[in-house]
């Protein structure tokens, strides 16, 4: 979209066409009910563009000049700015016709291109209307000022009649940067408001913000003063140091916790393994068994060595014992007497699959319960 205004305008009216462009993307993926927040419609803008980053001052200049265009044409605005606080700036659409069809657009990008470079150029042709009547003037003045002697200096009159071409070359060259960037300058901005909301909000944030302050007043008073008691104060004694060692304790964050616990169970000694918890428990229940085993011997009769059956066996023991004993933990404790315990008293007879258990009565010992203590029962 290009018209006869310099390339630097031109630039301000493919500004207010990008603007076009990515708000009705917005609208379309969004809709219109909810306000267009600038900090992420800027960045949509310049991506379009392409020319530069876009500033909410572009925003405001692109709605700014547009406005004074529909109030010269006494039509409605579409768009204004609001303040939400916070740094918070949305950009509201005003009522809109309703447009039906699948293919309908919020807004109509042409009319408002249209408009747009309307009131640019309305813009431009008065600001060089101004500036021609001003260096007209000025130009007047000098001309009168100029002396009109055939005698005296001539330089003057030299440096009169430049000055004089100068101005002329500026009426004649409105395209002069430094003249674009003052008419730039001038270019009107629409104003924020603020949002009815912020009013009501206002105080309640206010009183926030006092609370707020007034929590970190009484911390850096409470620091200062313990500052002070700590250089006053000098030697700590022994409570006061478990005090502060214990508060310095409870200051350490959940990671510094969990791995100072990991190294201090790096340091034990590694826990019993399943098979010494087993061989730990039939020792315990061994001095039951072994009396329930010469019991069932010197039932048997008067021989020396008396013979029995394993399953025979944990079935009278399962029947014998005061608590509750499971099959292979019988079968652990009489093989734990056999083997360690009354290796002499106790042994075991083994036949391929059957296996028997023969108690010899001369051979029982004395104090076994010493064994059990030296083997750790």
């Known amino acids: 979209m290009t018209t006869e205004l310099p390339s630097e305008l031109n630039d301000l009216v493919l500004l207010h066409s990008s603007f076009l462009t990515a708000l009705s993307l917005h609208y379309a993926h969004n809709g219109t009910s909810t306000p267009v927040d600038l900090r992420t419609l800027v960045s949509s803008i310049a991506s379009v563009w392409g020319k530069r980053k876009v500033t909410l001052d572009d925003v405001r200049l692109c709605l700014g000049v ?4 529909k109030v010269q044409s006494a039509e409605e605005q579409v768009f204004r700015l609001s303040d939400y606080g916070q740094g918070k700036v949305c950009l509201e659409i005003g009522k809109q016709p309703q447009r039906s069809g699948i293919m309908a657009r919020h807004i109509d990008e042409d009319a408002l291109n249209n408009l747009f470079i309307q009131g640019l150029e309305q813009n431009w042709k008065d600001w060089i209307y101004s500036r021609t009547q001003e260096q007209g003037s000025e130009v007047q003045r000098i001309s009168i000022v100029t002396p009109t ?3 005296g200096r001539p330089r ?3 440096a009169t009649g430049i000055a004089i071409g100068n101005l002329r070359t500026n009426i004649d ?14 270019l009107p901005q629409v104003e924020i408001t603020a ?3 912020l009013s009501k909000v206002a105080p309640l944030r206010e009183k926030g913000r006092k609370r707020l302050q007034d929590l970190k007043d009484d911390a850096l008073h409470a620091r200062t003063q313990k500052e002070k008691g700590k250089v006053g104060k000098g030697k700590e004694n022994k409570a006061q140091n478990k005090i502060t060692a214990f ?8 990671l510094d916790r969990v791995l100072a616990k990991q190294a201090f169970q790096a340091l034990l000694p590694n826990p019993p393994s399943v098979a010494e918890l ?7 229940r061994a001095e039951e068994v072994l009396a329930v085993l010469s019991l069932l011997a010197a039932g048997k009769g008067l021989g020396q060595r008396v013979s029995f059956s394993m399953t025979a066996l944990v079935q009278s023991l399962q029947g014998s014992v005061r608590s509750p004993i499971s099959k ?9 007497l056999a083997e360690e315990v009354a290796p002499g008293y106790v042994s075991l007879v083994r036949m391929g699959s059957m296996c028997s258990v023969v108690v010899n009565q001369a051979a029982r010992p004395l104090d076994f319960r010493k064994n059990l203590v030296a083997l750790g029962a």
């Not at 547009?66 to 265009?69: E, F, G, K, L, P």
């Not at 940067?177 to 008419?183: G, N, Y």
């Open 328 to 336: 292979d933990e019988a079968i652990r404790c009489v093989e734990l």
């Open 149 to 151: 002697k055939k005698r």
């Open 195 to 197: 949002c009815s909301s």
């Open 278 to 284: 087993q061989r730990k428990a039939g020792l315990q």
């Open 156 to 158: 003057k009159i030299k």
């Open 173 to 186: 060259t409105p395209s002069d940067p430094s003249t674009i960037t003052a008419f730039i300058a001038q």
């Open 247 to 254: 508060a310095s304790t409870r200051k350490l964050d959940l």
């Open 66 to 69: 547009m406005s004074v265009a």
